[in-house]
């Protein structure tokens, strides 16, 4: 859709792309992230909380702000969405974008406030970021070229990437012609565009230039002939391998325009749907899991107290995460739920390939298509450490949601595999960007939970007022009938591009530590 990109290909041409992202994937980005992920998620929590904006949110009447305080989060999936793309955006590409109530810095130049504005710029249908929630939202719609009235919301959003992307190509290119390099950050697209512009001006003219007068006239006619492509996508595909075992990877060293612009919208996607799933996924099964939550949260004490989060150092904190109940939690997550849990793949078109599976030997003809199911090894239980269910007596506790198993020490044929059951692949085509989402994910974590809570809404139920004047045992009914909802829901995950709800949410609200009514004593 976008041009060939890291995920696309394979072989010599895979190599080219692998080696002109991977070396922003730093531990130094690392602590970039970390440090840009506490602005962004206290961002977040200020719209929560009604600090940030005007009207009805800053209210001085204490029952007004009391009422406003626990209602349910209404927008949290878009919500988290924006955080994790306002991460991207800053870290991967040098974009300060908005909050709402937010505004740039006074010596902000033209190009910044472009990008971040909340508004689109004259010629634009949507502001920059929303074409990339839109893109989010819609993908499989534009895809497919169904739904009329998305396929239109999805056809101006990909419209308006395109030339946002471009123009912030061509200014990416300019910057490296002048020797200009971005203050901090992965600078993704300036990585690229230096790697296939750097003393390569001609490449320019030869892949095309700018194009937006160009893809806006064809826009119409490509939505049409969708349908015809994904029937020719097999044979291409199979052609393109065949291309790629075969080309010289000397000759493979050199990004075009088009690849540029695929890698920088593998980029973005990538760099915020998976943590922004995941992170959302984790708010449901904590709030579903009080005890769960309570022992994220004597672990986050441990690290860091009732300190100021302006004041956490990366270098200081990644160990504890990485080795307690924040990592725990996510990794659990992510076992239940993957971002990707089936994995198309080919088998190379030259010869057959032997695995021995169980002590057998299995042969897979050459060219084949064949999926690795990532779900069902995660719930494996020849490999993962499992008790009795609490939920389905008599079966094992693998589709439950129980973070304790990752601290599993017991000997024994079952153990986690601490490496391997996080979703993200192992080998050379692991996900480039694991640590740097590892590091996103907890440390969001890390800062909603040092303060507050995390509890199912159970409005359906019993109103706020009945439930204040609830005693233990009739608070524990309303809740197990939110909580067997929650799980409802959370079984009806299903994939588009990644694994995740898809419009789908479980209503939660977000309490102050202290002022819990559920989840600081259930189980």
């Not at 239109?152 to 490296?176: C, I, P, S, T």
């Amino acid at each position: 859709m976008f041009g060939d990109n890291i995920v696309t290909t394979e072989g010599a041409v895979w190599k080219a792309h692998r080696k002109a992202t991977s070396a922003a994937f730093s531990e130094r980005n690392s602590a970039l992230v970390f440090r840009e992920v506490i602005v962004q998620t206290n961002g977040m929590l200020d719209m929560w909380l009604g600090r940030r904006g005007g009207g009805d949110e800053d209210k001085d009447d204490d029952d007004d702000d009391d009422d406003d305080a626990n209602k349910p989060l209404s927008t949290i999936s878009a919500d988290i969405t924006r955080l994790t793309i306002n991460v991207i955006g800053y870290v991967g590409f040098e974009l300060r974008l908005l909050w709402p109530g937010q505004s740039l810095p006074r010596d902000s130049d033209v190009a910044a406030a472009k990008y971040a504005s909340l508004e689109p710029p004259e010629g634009f249908t949507l502001s920059f970021v929303d074409t990339l929630m839109q893109l989010s939202n819609n993908i499989l719609t534009l895809l497919l070229d169904i739904a009329p009235g998305k396929a239109r919301v999805a056809a101006a959003a990909h419209r308006d990437y395109v030339r946002y992307l471009d123009e912030m190509l061509d200014e990416k290119v300019e910057g490296v012609k002048r020797g200009l390099r971005a203050k901090e950050g992965m600078d993704l697209l300036g990585a690229l565009a230096g790697g296939s512009y750097g003393g390569l001006p001609g490449l320019v003219s030869s892949a095309g230039g700018r194009r937006r007068e160009q893809q806006e006239k064809q826009q119409e006619q490509q939505q049409q002939q969708q349908q015809e492509q994904q029937q020719q996508q097999q044979q291409q595909q199979q052609q393109q391998q065949q291309h790629d075992d075969a080309v010289d990877p000397a000759k493979a060293q050199v990004l075009t325009r088009d690849e540029i612009l695929g890698n920088a919208f593998v980029m973005f996607f990538a760099g915020h749907e998976t943590a922004a799933n995941t992170v959302h996924l984790t708010l449901i099964h904590l709030a579903t899991n009080p005890a769960a939550q309570r022992r994220l949260q004597r672990d986050i004490d441990d690290l860091v107290g009732d300190t100021d989060c302006a004041t956490w150092d990366y270098e200081t904190l990644v160990g504890g995460m990485a080795t307690s109940a924040i990592a725990a939690c996510m990794k659990e997550t992510l076992r239940i739920i993957p971002p990707v849990p089936a994995i198309p793949k080919q088998v190379t078109p030259h010869s057959d390939q032997t695995l021995r599976i169980e002590g057998r030997e299995c042969v897979l003809p050459k060219g084949a298509s064949i999926i690795l199911y990532g779900l069902k090894a995660h719930q494996d239980p020849r490999h993962w450490p499992y008790e009795e269910s609490r939920l389905r007596p008599g079966r094992d506790d693998l589709r439950d949601y129980n973070p304790d198993r990752w601290f599993e020490t017991r000997a024994g044929p079952r153990h986690a595999p601490h490496d391997d059951g996080d979703g993200d692949g192992d080998g050379a085509r692991s996900c480039l960007g694991r640590r740097v989402a590892q590091v996103e994910v907890m440390t969001c974590l890390l800062v909603l939970f040092q303060r507050h809570s995390i509890e199912l809404a159970t409005d359906q139920w019993a109103g706020d007022a009945e439930v204040r004047a609830m005693d233990r045992r009739a608070r524990t009914d309303v809740y197990r009938m939110a909580q067997a909802a929650s799980r409802t829901t959370l079984g009806q995950a299903m994939t588009v591009i990644t694994l995740g709800l898809q419009g789908r949410t479980v209503p939660m609200r977000l309490v102050p530590r202290g002022g819990e009514r559920f989840v600081d004593w259930m189980t």
